[in-house]
């Protein structure tokens, strides 16, 4: 890696400076778990201006070095899992007419998300994704929470594969919270550090996914920041996800047959989806 700039930070989680072990370690950066909370969390991490500029670059989405490296191979899974995530969440209840979905790359789980919704937003710090995601959705913006009109408040909020990218998680959802109104639903889905991959790979767990991933979740620490940013009704469950068996090829240092390489292959238990809710009665 070229030069980069480092810092340190607490725990995002219990926000204390306490010890924490070493758990890997990636040059120059570290994965740690907190001595109070459990939490595992990088330390030192990029500075967060340079990974937000990485996040904007335009080659994010199929790079060699960052981002992914053929995000558009994963369209096909990435629509069979949210197709599948969605349908249990509907079944658990989720109701509304409008979502926002932050982090919505180029708009697949809004593409899916279009049978349960009359109203569909999206935000993304890509130009590139911002562009495709409109094909789905009725209006992207490029950047963050901060970008949506305040005047405006959904029914649902999104976050698929976000809240382990984020330097301030705590701050974030509970801004969230404000986003939604009284009842709304957040929907979120994260990498299950808890699970026998990460314990049986070790480093070599996809998720770590260094520099960007920055906080590691388990089923007890995402339930934690949830309720703790005023979160309620929260749900976290494992679930099937569907993946390229080219990626899986790919990630193992290998090449697949061409004719199996868009061939899916689920997995169980990769991942983490939560759904939690916001106090109040719905409107």
């Known amino acids: 890696m070229n030069s980069v700039t480092l810092e340190n930070t607490v725990c995002p989680l219990c926000e204390r400076g306490a010890a924490a072990r070493l758990v890997e ?4 950066f570290d994965v740690k778990q907190c001595g109070v909370c459990t939490l595992l ?35 096909r899974a990435l629509r069979a899992t949210y197709q599948s995530l969605l349908k249990r969440w509907h079944h658990q209840g989720l109701r509304g007419e409008s979502l926002l979905e932050l982090g919505c790359g180029w708009g697949f789980f809004l593409a899916e998300a279009r049978p349960y919704f009359k109203r569909l937003w999206g935000a993304d710090f890509g130009s590139q994704a911002v562009e495709l995601a409109q094909t789905h959705a009725d209006q992207v913006f490029t950047g963050g929470l901060d970008q949506i009109p305040t005047s405006v408040r959904f029914d649902t909020l999104a976050l698929n594969q976000v809240i382990e990218h984020l330097y301030a998680p705590k701050p974030f959802l509970r801004d969230c919270l404000e ?14 550090a808890g699970s026998f991959w990460r314990r049986g790979l070790g480093r070599r767990w996809p998720s770590f996914k260094i520099p960007e991933h920055v906080s590691f979740f388990t089923r007890q620490t995402l339930h934690r920041l949830l309720q703790e940013t005023g979160w309620q009704q929260i749900r976290i469950f494992s679930y099937w996800h569907a993946f390229p068996w080219g990626l899986i090829t790919q990630k193992w240092g290998g090449q697949a047959a061409r004719w199996l390489e868009s061939k899916l292959l689920w997995l169980p238990a990769t991942c983490l989806g939560a759904v939690a809710r916001k106090p109040g009665s719905p409107l």
């Open 25 to 28: 370690s990636f040059p120059p």
């Open 41 to 75: 969390f990088l330390n030192p991490r990029l500075a967060e201006n340079d990974m937000l500029a990485r996040y904007a670059a335009p080659d994010y989405y199929h790079s060699e070095t960052h981002g992914y490296s053929n995000y558009a191979a994963q369209e």
């Open 179 to 192: 986003r939604l109104n009284p009842g709304g639903t957040l929907l979120m889905t994260t990498p299950d």
